[in-house]
């Protein structure tokens, strides 16, 4: 039992991944706004949409205000409270805006003393005729944003994008994790095949990777899955999928190459070398290339991953637990897969 702790720890973390991920709560956020584009001057009566919401036990106490910036904020005129999930906020636009340009973006900013402050972050185009920042134009422009509530409560970050499909991150993103480090372990083991001519090590090196390309399909699903929920369709040619289904191709080669050499030390041989040229593609397919290029996927393209609203200190305590989890899971079935593989080898070639 003592040796075999980490083989208990493996699913207990994952089981933990998925109850934490599953049941916690998302927090209060703001799903839809009409109208989304509005001009300088005009009445607006906004309607409100929100997620995990409890307006009517707060009715009366509600805030809300138009944010440019950190200096310039509307406050709205009167807020109607239609129930927990749906608002009319009453916008009188001044004629100007505090900016020269011919429009701006805001963000929409509610208070509740029951559901803390929530954001509906640069959803809303402001335009104007003409530009006028001559001092004291855009002096309602002005409300102070203070004394905002925060609510005391364990819940994961709410994306008006990404919505409950957030939860995804627990089991797509540490399956990826899982898959790298497995094949990191293999080109460990091929490189000291190549050093020491131990078989051991080529088994070790076709079991890791044999799992670790588990790993990568079953990453490749959940994020085909997510973005069929978040960009409209399960494969949409972003240079991210694309590049990862190429890096899995190059690994199934792997195993093809293998299949078609009977001799087991030129097997292991070539396979070692063919593992240390797998894994180098891997860097630039993966990290390199979709850094350079504009992608829908977060951490391409400029895009930042895992940024404070993306995995906060809340999602921290389960995605990193699921990542050990899956690595521990993972080096268990390779354990496995080599006891296999070293059964059959010694039925077959008697070592």
Do not use: C
């Not at 805030?63 to 999930?85: C, F, N, P, S, T």
């Not at 090196?205 to 399960?234: D, I, K, R």
């Not at 240079?239 to 690994?251: F, S």
């Amino acid at each position: 039992m003592k040796k075999n702790w980490w083989k208990i720890l493996g699913p207990l973390l994952v089981l933990y991944s998925f109850g934490m991920g599953l049941l916690t709560p998302l927090k209060t956020g703001i799903s839809d706004i009409r109208p989304q584009f509005i001009s300088a001057g005009d009445t607006v009566k906004m309607e409100v949409t929100g997620y995990n919401s409890f307006y009517k036990a707060a009715e009366g106490q509600l805030r809300a205000w138009l944010k440019l910036d950190q200096e310039h904020a509307l406050a709205a005129q009167a807020i109607e409270v239609k129930d927990d999930r749906h608002l009319v906020l009453h916008f009188v636009l001044p004629p100007h805006l505090p900016q020269d340009a011919d429009q701006a973006d805001a963000s929409l900013l509610i208070d509740s003393p029951v559901d803390g402050a929530h954001v509906y972050p640069g959803g809303i185009r402001i335009s104007q005729k003409k530009t006028n920042v001559a001092p004291g134009s855009g002096a309602a422009w002005n409300a102070p944003i203070e004394k905002l509530h925060e609510k005391d409560a364990i819940t994961f970050p709410f994306r008006n994008i990404l919505g409950e499909t957030i939860r995804n991150t627990y089991y797509h993103v540490p399956m990826w994790f899982a898959m790298f480090l497995l094949f990191i372990g293999a080109l460990v083991h091929s490189i000291n095949f190549l050093r020491r001519k131990d078989l051991k090590n080529d088994r070790w090196a076709a079991a890791l990777t044999t799992t670790g390309l588990v790993f990568g399909a079953m990453g490749l699903a959940t994020g085909a899955m997510w973005a069929t929920y978040t960009w409209g369709e399960p494969w949409s040619g972003d240079v991210k999928q694309n590049m990862t289904a190429i890096g899995l191709l190059i690994y199934g080669a792997y195993f093809v190459l293998r299949f078609a050499i009977e001799d087991p030390e030129r097997k292991a041989r070539i396979s070692a070398v063919y593992n240390i040229f797998a894994f180098s593609t891997l860097i630039p397919l993966l990290y390199v290339i979709p850094k350079l290029t504009d992608s829908l996927h977060p951490g391409a393209g400029g895009n930042i991953a895992f940024g404070s609203e993306d995995l906060d200190n809340t999602m921290r305590l389960v995605f990193y637990p699921a990542i050990i989890g899956w690595t521990l899971i993972g080096l268990w079935a390779s354990q496995l897969l080599y006891r296999m593989n070293t059964l059959r080898e010694k039925l077959l070639w008697g070592h």
